[in-house]
């Protein structure tokens, strides 16, 4: 009698993970930078606000980022500045390797208030917006304000999924109805891997 061997058992799929993008707040002390000539960019209004579907505008000159060590600490990879975010050198050329596509960056001036060059920071703005949330299986409040316009109201108890198919290849993008940016483990690892300072993760499930 020939016995039958055994059927191996499926692999589970491995579920790909995404994370809310944030700040490490373990370096959130006391800022020692300002953008000298935010006026001349933003107006009286001062403050940098994207142009319809992201970007920036052609600012009338280079942003220029004085950094002095008196008053606070100097960047890190990965700062919060009014609707786009401060990034350095190399926190530039991990995303342009990672999803070229997905970012936009204007140079920045920069330098120390006592007179010496700084290295190079850039203002940051993640421009690719997937509709992407799985909200069949996800928990989360959908509000409708007006018969046209969606909007997630997210708290302590919501569980964000991801489609697939809406993600593809991307490794970063912003959710059209919240003001969020979410990224994939891919690029979570990279920034590990890296020691990038300043950016912060919370799982996409456990927002």
Same mark, same amino acid.
């Given at each position: 009698?020939?016995?039958?061997? %055994? ?6 799929? &491995?579920?790909?993970?995404? $994370? ?6 373990? @370096?959130?002390?006391?800022? =020692? ?9 933003? #107006? *009286? ?16 000159? %280079?942003?220029?980022?004085? +950094?002095? *060590?008196?008053?606070?600490?100097? %960047? ?7 609707? $786009? ?6 926190? *530039? ?10 970012? !936009? @960056? ?35 409040? +959908? ?13 302590? /108890? ?9 993600? #593809?290849?991307?490794?970063?993008? !912003? ?5 969020? +940016? ?5 690029? *979570?690892?990279?920034? &590990?891997?890296? =020691?990038? /300072? #300043?950016? =912060?993760?919370?799982?996409?499930? &456990?927002?």
């Amino acid at each position: 009698m020939v016995r039958s061997l %055994p059927e191996r058992r499926q692999s589970k799929t &491995k579920v790909r993970r995404f $994370y809310v993008v944030g700040l490490d707040f373990r @370096f959130q002390t006391a800022p =020692g930078w300002e953008m000298e000539n935010l006026v001349a960019l933003a #107006g *009286k209004r001062e403050v940098l606000i994207p142009p319809p579907g992201r970007g920036f505008v052609a600012f009338p000159e %280079p942003p220029r980022l004085v +950094i002095d *060590k008196s008053l606070g600490r100097a %960047p890190t990879d990965w700062e919060l500045f009014h609707d $786009y975010h401060l990034v350095s050198d190399r926190m *530039k050329s991990l995303l342009e390797a990672l999803d070229l596509e997905g970012v !936009r @960056f204007v140079r920045c001036e920069t330098w120390y208030r006592d007179g010496p060059p700084a290295q190079t920071y850039w203002l940051c703005d993640v421009v690719r917006v997937l509709d992407a949330v799985d909200e069949a299986n996800s928990v989360l409040e +959908i509000e409708y304000p007006r018969p046209d316009r969606k909007v997630y109201n997210l708290n302590s /108890r919501s569980c964000l999924l991801f489609k697939e198919d809406a993600v #593809g290849a991307a490794h970063i993008f !912003r959710l059209p109805f919240y003001p969020m +940016i979410v990224c994939d483990q891919v690029f *979570k690892d990279a920034c &590990k891997e890296a =020691g990038m /300072r #300043g950016i =912060g993760f919370t799982d996409a499930t &456990k927002y």
